[in-house]
């Protein structure tokens, strides 16, 4: 996702909030994290996800990334029945923390496909795993800049 779509995004139904901003509190709970930055990495490898780069990933698999400009994909791995998270390595250290969380939204919320709804579902998820309102609130930020800063987002991330 581009950082620009951020701030062109629909709203989600407000069911959708709640779902995914329980889903998140309840993992920080369970994960025992009350600080941040939260570590995207940390919470998926907790979770018993695989994190592999794309240069790892088998070359069957690497066919369907072709004509795709993705930044990480999953999929279950019924043999070692946990979640794989194929990423690309490189880039913004901002963004990649966004795409671990934003593919941790996918496999929470039970995604199944790819589609609109499902992607702004996991950007929601992202962003919210990374940065929770009530955390912003307390957190003294005065705009999205400190925002950024202080949770270790993009500038456009942080501005949603």
Not at 10 to 17: F, Q
Not at 39 to 55: C, K, V
Not at 116 to 122: D, F, S, T, V
Not at 131 to 160: H, M, Q
Request: aromatic residues 14%; charged residues 30%; contains cysteine.
């Amino acid at each position: 996702m581009e950082d620009k779509d951020y701030l062109d995004y629909l709203s989600l139904p407000a069911s959708l909030y709640e779902k995914i901003e329980s889903d998140v509190a309840d993992l920080l709970l369970q994960l025992n994290i009350h600080s941040y930055p939260v570590d995207p990495e940390e919470i998926a490898l907790a979770l018993g996800y695989e994190l592999i780069p794309f240069s790892m990933m088998p070359k069957e698999a690497k066919k369907m990334l072709f004509f795709k400009d993705v930044d990480a994909i999953n999929h279950y791995n019924p043999e070692k029945k946990t979640f794989v998270i194929y990423y690309r390595p490189d880039g913004l250290k901002e963004r990649f923390r966004f795409t671990i969380g934003h593919e941790i939204g996918h496999i929470r919320m039970g995604h199944k496909g790819e589609s609109e709804l499902a992607r702004r579902i996991a950007d929601y998820y992202s962003a919210y795993l990374l940065a929770p309102t009530p955390w912003i609130g307390n957190s003294g930020c005065e705009d999205f800049k400190d925002v950024a800063t202080e949770f270790y987002l993009s500038e456009p991330c942080a501005a949603r």
